[in-house]
């Protein structure tokens, strides 16, 4: 059976990576914008003799039509079949031959592609990144080659895979209208059954100049780079379609939602899902240090109580999950072998409301200031990691300068605000509560 711990960091990945800023150190970068629109971040770093060239977009599930859902995901992959000068399948090809790695990933609020190579391939990763954005050939082969590839990711990864439903069968409860309902693999049928016209239509919305980052991280010269982003980015065309944001507000809730659901698991789990506030809000870093008091380590109040005091729960995670929109904070325990649900439960119920009857103590708030740092020191350590976190903070906030500024918010949170944000957020009403139970032989 696949760990506890390492089943729901699988189900994060549904969702995506989640960038925390810079502490202690500041990362210099140039921006402007091109007049198609394609914003460019350069962040020079001569240390070491690789650069990174990294587009995101602004795509993700939640611009997807509810009956079209999994698109995003889609053209992740389908934006590495080839292009009008690289043949089908070599995209990666020429990356490896030039020493290099690539990769890329989607969530519910944007899609990031990213090349990392030596700093004399720089020219080469500017061509591959233009070429899938101005030239990429979406053809019927290739359609229908993705198409099998994403069905079956959906079937190893999510449907056939022991607790790999349980953030889709958590979201699509806890939110009624706003498409975060949808998780970021979409339903098998609506890629089976997408047409040619549904994804060239997709891709020409949202793959354009005007709704993307490029960012240059790494050995570069500052003064040979931008003439060169000029020449492979600057003459592509910008979109010809609106490109709409989803503006659904899901609505507060006002009443707990209990289910069940049933899967080929050995032991149950019990999942608590409380709604909060948007990633970059202020009760969101207090949130996520409440987080990070509940179940980071095994120091922390959940672990130590149910996993070592107790020994009710085998596993225990609190997690706010940071979406550019409202999301949700989850907690996730998997109750010891012979432990009712019930009681796991009891037990996380009573640590909820302890944060939220009593101020947390100052030797508390202080271990927390000191994870919270060494997190986001950590968070930074390569050019890679800093251009994802340039195009985030760009791409979702509008201000990629927030690399060097958010990390004193998390250090401004107060006891207090821990407190406010427990009672606020962690309430019975504002929550659904699922639990996750082996099928009967």
């Not at 502490?23 to 070491?48: A, K, M, P, R």
């Not at 047409?195 to 980052?213: E, G, K």
């Not at 390569?382 to 060097?404: E, F």
């Not at 504002?430 to 139970?437: A, C, D, G, P, Q």
């Amino acid at each position: 059976m696949k760990s506890t711990k390492s089943l729901l960091l699988a189900a994060l990945l549904l969702i995506g990576t989640y960038c925390l800023p810079a502490f202690g150190q500041n990362i210099e970068f140039t921006e402007y914008t091109l007049d198609n629109g394609l914003h460019v971040i350069l962040h020079q770093d001569n240390s070491t003799p690789n650069v990174v060239v990294n587009i995101m977009y602004h795509v993700g599930a939640k611009n997807e039509d509810r009956n079209r859902t999994g698109f995003a995901h889609f053209f992740e992959h389908l934006m590495f079949e080839g292009s009008k000068h690289i043949g089908r399948g070599e995209f990666a090809e020429i990356v490896e031959e030039a020493g290099g790695s690539l990769n890329a990933w989607t969530s519910f609020d944007q899609t990031n592609y990213f090349v990392l190579l030596p700093s004399n391939q720089l020219e080469l990763g500017l061509w591959l990144e233009s070429e899938r954005l101005l030239h990429p050939v979406i053809d019927s082969i290739g359609i229908a080659t993705q198409k099998d590839v994403v069905t079956e990711e959906m079937k190893q990864t999510r449907d056939n895979q022991p607790y790999g439903r349980i953030l889709t069968e958590t979201i699509k409860r806890a939110f009624t209208v706003h498409p975060y309902q949808s998780d970021v693999l979409g339903k098998d049928a609506h890629i089976r059954n997408a047409t040619y016209d549904d994804i060239t239509r997709f891709h020409d919305t949202f793959y354009v100049p005007n709704n993307a980052v490029l960012v240059v991280s790494g050995d570069f010269d500052m003064d040979a780079t931008i003439p060169l982003v000029e020449k492979y980015f600057g003459d592509i065309p910008g979109g010809r379609y609106e490109i709409s944001r989803p503006d659904v507000v899901e609505p507060i809730r006002t009443k707990e939602l209990r289910d069940t659901v049933y899967d080929n698991i050995q032991l149950p789990a019990i999942i608590q899902a409380y709604h909060i506030p948007a990633q970059g809000t202020d009760d969101f870093f207090a949130l996520e240090m409440l987080g990070t008091l509940l179940s980071q380590g095994q120091s922390s109040r959940l672990y130590r109580r149910l996993v070592v005091e107790d020994q009710t729960a085998i596993q225990i995670q609190a997690i706010p999950l940071g979406l550019e929109d409202p999301g949700l904070n989850i907690i996730l325990g998997i109750p010891n072998m012979g432990v009712d649900p019930q009681t796991l439960e009891a037990g996380i119920n009573d640590e909820i409301e302890k944060v939220r009857t009593e101020l947390i103590s100052q030797e508390e708030l202080q271990k927390l200031q000191n994870q919270i740092e060494s997190r986001l020191v950590n968070s930074n350590t390569t050019i890679a990691s800093r251009a994802t976190n340039l195009a985030t903070y760009h791409l979702l906030h509008g201000d990629a300068s927030l690399i060097n500024s958010q990390a004193e918010k998390y250090m401004a949170v107060t006891r207090e605000d821990i407190l406010r944000v427990a009672q606020q957020y962690l309430r019975d009403d504002n929550r659904v509560v699922l639990y996750y139970l082996p099928k009967a032989l």
